[in-house]
C-alpha cells in the first residue's frame, strides 16, 4: 500500500508556507510543539493549557488537521491540557512513513503518540473521521482514554447516499470568489467554507496525495462493547448519515452512549453550532448505570 504525499516539491513547499501563515494566524503563542516518532511516521502535536488535569486530545476530520480546532483551543485551555494533533496520511505538519491500512493501524498509531507523550486519563474528541479513528482506538487500546466525545462522527451509520456529492462540491465552494461563499455555504449546509484561513489551506493542499483507508461502518458488536463514556453528537441535517437512524442505531445498541442531536446543525458541526460543541466537551456526561 502506498503512503500519503504531495505529488511534487513544489506543491509540498506551497503547503507548507499556507501551513505555518495559518498557524501563526490561528493558534496561541503559549503552545508547545511535539514531534513524535511513530512506527506511521511523524506526527506533528501542539500542547496549551496547564499542566494537570485530564487532558483532551483533539483529532481533526478527513483533509483536516490540527489547526481547524483553533477557535476551540483557548476556551477548552483555561480548564485542560489540550493536545490538538495533525493526523498521520492528512494533509499537515505529521509526514507518514508507513501505509495506515485499516482502524487497528490507525489505533496502533494514536497509541503510539498518546504512549511516547505520556498521556493517560485521556478525553478523546474526534471529529468524522478523527471521531472514527478515536472509537478504534477505545475498541484496540481501552485503557488509555476516560471519555469520547465524537463530533458527527464516521463510523456510526453506513453513508449517505449523497455525502461525497456534498464533500466534492464543498470543495469547489471554496474555491468561488469570497462573496458567494456565504450563499453557497447556505444552500450546500456547510459553514466550513467560510473560514477563510482554513479554506486557505485546503486550497493549498490540492496537491496531496491523501491515501488513508475509509471509515467503515462499526459492526453491532463493536457499538455493544462501547464501555467508556462517550456522547455522540450528531447534526440534525448531517450529510454524513440519516442522524435519527443513527441515534436509534445507538439507542438499540449502545444504551450507555449519550446521544444529542443539534437542530439545524449539519456535518460541519464545529463551524455550525461552535457554542454547542464546546459546551459538549466540557460538560461532565450524565452517570450512567451498568
Same mark, same amino acid.
Given at each position: 500500500m502506498r503512503i500519503?504525499?504531495?505529488k511534487n516539491g513544489k506543491a509540498e513547499a506551497r503547503y507548507r508556507t499556507a501551513y505555518e501563515r495559518a498557524l501563526t494566524r490561528l493558534l496561541p503563542d503559549d503552545r508547545?510543539?511535539?514531534d513524535v516518532p511513530t512506527?506511521?511516521?511523524?506526527?506533528?502535536?501542539?500542547?496549551?493549557?496547564?499542566?494537570?488535569?485530564?487532558?483532551?486530545?483533539?483529532?481533526?476530520?478527513?483533509?483536516?488537521?490540527?489547526?481547524?480546532?483553533?477557535?476551540?483551543?483557548?476556551?477548552?485551555a483555561e480548564r485542560h491540557p489540550v493536545l490538538a494533533v495533525d493526523t498521520v496520511g492528512e494533509p499537515g505538519a505529521s509526514v507518514q512513513s508507513a501505509p495506515v491500512k485499516d482502524g487497528r493501524d490507525a489505533a496502533d498509531w494514536l497509541e503510539e503518540l498518546l504512549a511516547a507523550l505520556d498521556v493517560t486519563g485521556a478525553h478523546l474528541v474526534g471529529c468524522s473521521y478523527g471521531g472514527w479513528i478515536a472509537l478504534h482506538h477505545r475498541l484496540r487500546h481501552p485503557g488509555r482514554t476516560a471519555r469520547l466525545t465524537l463530533v458527527d462522527s464516521a463510523g456510526?451509520?453506513? %453513508?449517505?447516499?449523497?455525502?461525497?456529492?456534498?464533500?466534492? =462540491?464543498?470543495?469547489?465552494?471554496? @474555491?468561488?470568489?469570497?462573496? &458567494? !461563499?456565504?450563499?453557497?455555504a447556505?444552500?450546500?449546509?456547510?459553514?466550513?467554507?467560510?473560514?477563510?484561513?482554513?479554506?486557505?489551506? %485546503?486550497?493549498?493542499?490540492?496537491?496531496?496525495?491523501?491515501? =488513508?483507508?475509509?471509515?467503515?461502518? @462499526?459492526?453491532?458488536?463493536? &457499538? !455493544?462493547s462501547l464501555s467508556t463514556p462517550t456522547l455522540a453528537l450528531l447534526g440534525e441535517r448531517s450529510a454524513l448519515h440519516d442522524a435519527a437512524g443513527t441515534a436509534e442505531r445507538l439507542h438499540r445498541l449502545a444504551p450507555?452512549?449519550?446521544?444529542?442531536?443539534?437542530?439545524?446543525?449539519?456535518?460541519?458541526?464545529t463551524t455550525d453550532a461552535p457554542q454547542d460543541v464546546l459546551e459538549a466537551i466540557l460538560t461532565p456526561l450524565p452517570h450512567r448505570a451498568g
Open positions: 500519503s504525499e504531495f508547545t510543539t511535539h512506527g506511521y511516521g511523524t506526527t506533528r502535536a501542539y500542547q496549551l493549557g496547564p499542566a494537570t488535569g485530564q487532558p483532551i486530545v483533539l483529532l481533526p476530520g478527513s483533509g483536516g488537521n490540527a489547526l481547524m480546532w483553533h477557535a476551540y483551543l483557548a476556551p477548552l456510526l451509520a453506513d %453513508l449517505a447516499k449523497g455525502f461525497y456529492r456534498w464533500i466534492i =462540491l464543498g470543495g469547489l465552494a471554496a @474555491l468561488a470568489p469570497r462573496p &458567494l !461563499r456565504p450563499s453557497l447556505r444552500k450546500l449546509g456547510n459553514s466550513a467554507i467560510l473560514d477563510e484561513e482554513l479554506m486557505s489551506l %485546503l486550497r493549498a493542499s490540492t496537491g496531496f496525495r491523501r491515501r =488513508l483507508p475509509l471509515a467503515t461502518t @462499526l459492526t453491532d458488536e463493536d &457499538l !455493544r450507555g452512549v449519550t446521544v444529542r442531536t443539534v437542530p439545524g446543525a449539519g456535518h460541519s458541526l
